[in-house]
């Protein structure tokens, strides 16, 4: 095995313990080390990176140009702590055509059931686990990966706020809770203590053999509950469960928008809590859903009629 054949797995070993999927990233990125191996290249270079990522497949098309630049991308910024000869390739060398895909949008009754089914999980450690899971995301709209990264000593009891270490784009943000959202974690910490006494991590969620709870196991059961609910089973879009981070900012603003709020103003509000890059990413949740959008087409009719007097 080669040093960057080491480092690779390294990385993805690190990736995957703190629950990031990486089904892609396992398939292909020992692929570009074997590339580097065989062009005796020493670490990841633009070059290299755009040589590889533009190989020809049997359908080639720069949606796979572009995945496989992403996955090299968080491996060159891996490296470059490693290596200073290291080369990361910026942003935009291979354009991406993604497809914009609605998200689904759960009522409150939705959620509650998807809650309900969790509680109905065989053994109780898993059924508290994800079911409060559950609650959170839909509480706070964070990212799943950020709450399976949450440490107990990320928690403030005393203030009601969550620490948010190093997520998307290297940011960390504090996340105000309501009471309600405080009072279902303490609930979780007594029952999880109670049936593991003595966890392998620090971690607020834990697995029945005390270790973090990671992203693919918190996806197959949602994949569970959302069958047994059958919840979006007549809908055009399939529910995934990072749609109730989309279902959060979707509900915010449209409670904004309904009790009068210049949604114009409070909307970087949104941005800082949801942890986005800057305010144009918030933007697009204007557009999610049928009545946020009309709304908003309302207020700005509005404002332009008061403009035109």
Same mark, same amino acid.
């Given at each position: ?35 580097? @191996? ?112 949450? @440490?107990?000593?990320?928690? @403030? ?85 990072? @749609? ?66």
């Amino acid at each position: 095995m080669s040093a960057l054949s080491e480092t690779a797995e390294n990385y993805l070993a690190l990736r995957r313990s703190l629950g990031h999927d990486l089904a892609e990233a396992h398939r292909l990125l020992p692929r570009f080390v074997e590339y580097l @191996d065989g062009i005796g290249a020493p670490t990841v270079t633009i070059e290299a990176a755009l040589a590889w990522a533009q190989q020809p497949e049997v359908s080639p098309s720069t949606n796979v140009w572009s995945t496989r630049m992403t996955i090299v991308r968080g491996f060159a910024r891996h490296m470059a702590g490693l290596d200073p000869r290291t080369e990361v390739p910026p942003l935009g060398l291979i354009p991406s055509r993604q497809r914009w895909r609605p998200p689904f949008i759960y009522s409150p009754a939705d959620i509650d059931a998807l809650m309900a089914e969790a509680r109905m999980i065989r053994w109780r450690l898993p059924a508290a686990t994800h079911e409060t899971v559950l609650g959170l995301l839909a509480a706070t709209g964070m990212r799943v990966g950020e709450a399976l990264r949450l @440490d107990r000593s990320d928690i @403030d009891w005393t203030e009601g706020v969550l620490q948010i270490r190093e997520s998307k784009f290297g940011k960390s943000r504090q996340v105000p809770v309501q009471p309600s959202t405080l009072a279902a974690l303490d609930s979780y910490s007594d029952i999880r203590d109670r049936l593991c006494p003595r966890p392998a991590t620090a971690s607020v969620f834990v697995s029945v053999r005390g270790n973090r709870l990671i992203y693919p196991v918190v996806e197959q059961v949602f994949g569970r509950l959302r069958t047994a609910t059958a919840i979006g089973a007549e809908s055009a879009t399939r529910p995934r469960i990072h @749609d109730l981070r989309h279902t959060f900012a979707v509900r915010t603003l449209l409670g904004w928008y309904r009790a009068g709020e210049n949604v114009e103003v409070r909307l970087p509000r949104l941005s800082t809590y949801l942890g986005h890059r800057d305010p144009r990413s918030t933007y697009w949740y204007l557009s999610a859903a049928p009545e946020l959008l009309a709304l908003a087409a309302g207020r700005l009719e509005l404002s332009q009629g008061v403009i035109s007097r």
